[in-house]
């Protein structure tokens, strides 16, 4: 992905190339699921480069805060000349939760595309509107729905396939 251009923020919808980008978060969730993790995953795009990946860590790190997002975010670390992400679009497969929308708020960043809502904890759209609150001093422009069902059909067997697994003691989502 080269080409430094300044749309993915913006401008034209530009579907294509939300589900190329999105297809990376996807696989970063496939890795998690490999590693036991529910699979969720985020790629962050600036200037038309991927410059941060994430996956959901919470049980590797025993990190009640190693979202997939989060991750992404801290990746960004150092990139910029300041703590802000500048001219970026976050990519996630599951809709951010609280804690995460409001990183992603705290981090400026412009745009969030994520695949599938999530009813239990969802803040752009789902349970809250985090991200385009008009009372915060930043708000993201929100794209919902991208990948949807290949983003859903993840989680789906991930769970299906710990319940029919005896030896996982059924920790909870
Ligand atoms: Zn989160």
């Not at 978060?25 to 699979?39: K, S, T």
């Not at 804690?99 to 809250?128: F, N």
Request: charged share 30%; net charge neutral.
């Amino acid at each position: 992905m080269t080409g430094g251009n300044q749309d993915d923020q913006g401008g034209a919808p530009g579907g294509d190339r939300d589900e190329a980008y999105m297809l990376l978060a996807i696989e970063q969730a496939r890795l998690a699921a490999e590693e036991g993790e529910v699979p969720i995953g985020a790629v962050i795009v600036s200037d038309g480069r991927v410059i941060a990946r994430g996956r959901n860590r919470r049980e590797s790190r025993r990190d009640p805060t190693a979202h997939a997002e989060m991750e992404a975010i801290r990746q960004t670390i150092g990139q910029f000349a300041s703590w802000r992400v500048e001219r970026a679009a976050l990519y996630v497969t599951l809709e951010p939760c609280p804690m995460c929308a409001g990183a992603i708020v705290q981090s400026r960043i412009d745009r969030v595309v994520y695949g599938c809502a999530d009813p239990k904890a969802g803040a752009a759209a789902t349970l809250y509107s985090l991200l385009s609150d008009p009372r915060l001093n930043h708000r993201c422009e929100v794209r919902a729905g991208v990948l949807e069902d290949q983003c859903r059909e993840l989680l789906r067997s991930f769970f299906r396939a710990r319940r029919a697994s005896p030896s996982d003691g059924g920790r909870g989502e």
